[in-house]
């Protein structure tokens, strides 16, 4: 396989779990503000929980951007199929959200707990 087909096959891949991870963000969001938890909760939890700590574990950049600036040989390559500043704003833009979803259900939780 050459080196195009997989940078874009890299994107492809890189795209598709960005909208899934900050789809499962606010469906976590609706989870924990409705009080309502099922598979899907926890499976969103877990895509978005893996990314929260892979990020600085990585110097704060996707594993995927670096897997396609090696394939690329540079830095100046976009890494989703997105505008640019989707891609630079991800992490600043999700953070909050991502932060805000995790308290909610924290709270819910500890809702639950002290009436079981």
């Known amino acids: 396989m ?3 087909t997989q940078i874009v096959l890299v ?3 890189h795209t598709a779990i960005y909208a899934i991870n900050v ?5 976590m969001i609706y989870c924990g503000t ?3 938890f099922n598979r899907l909760t926890w499976a969103a939890f877990a895509l978005s929980a893996i ?6 574990l990585n110097g704060w950049e996707c594993i995927m951007r670096t897997w396609i600036v090696h394939l690329a040989g540079t830095p100046y390559v976009s890494d989703l199929y997105l505008p640019n500043w989707v891609g630079w ?3 600043p833009a999700v953070a909050p959200f991502n932060a805000l979803a995790y308290g909610l259900i924290l709270w819910r939780l500890m809702q639950r707990r ?3």
């Not at 789809?23 to 469906?27: A, D, H, K, L």
């Not at 990314?51 to 600085?56: E, M, N």
């Open 89 to 91: 704003w991800a992490v």
């Open 2 to 4: 050459d080196i195009e």
């Open 114 to 116: 002290q009436t079981a």
């Open 34 to 36: 409705t009080n309502r």
């Open 11 to 13: 994107k492809a891949a």
């Open 23 to 27: 789809s499962g963000i606010f469906y």
């Open 51 to 56: 990314i929260a700590v892979h990020l600085p």
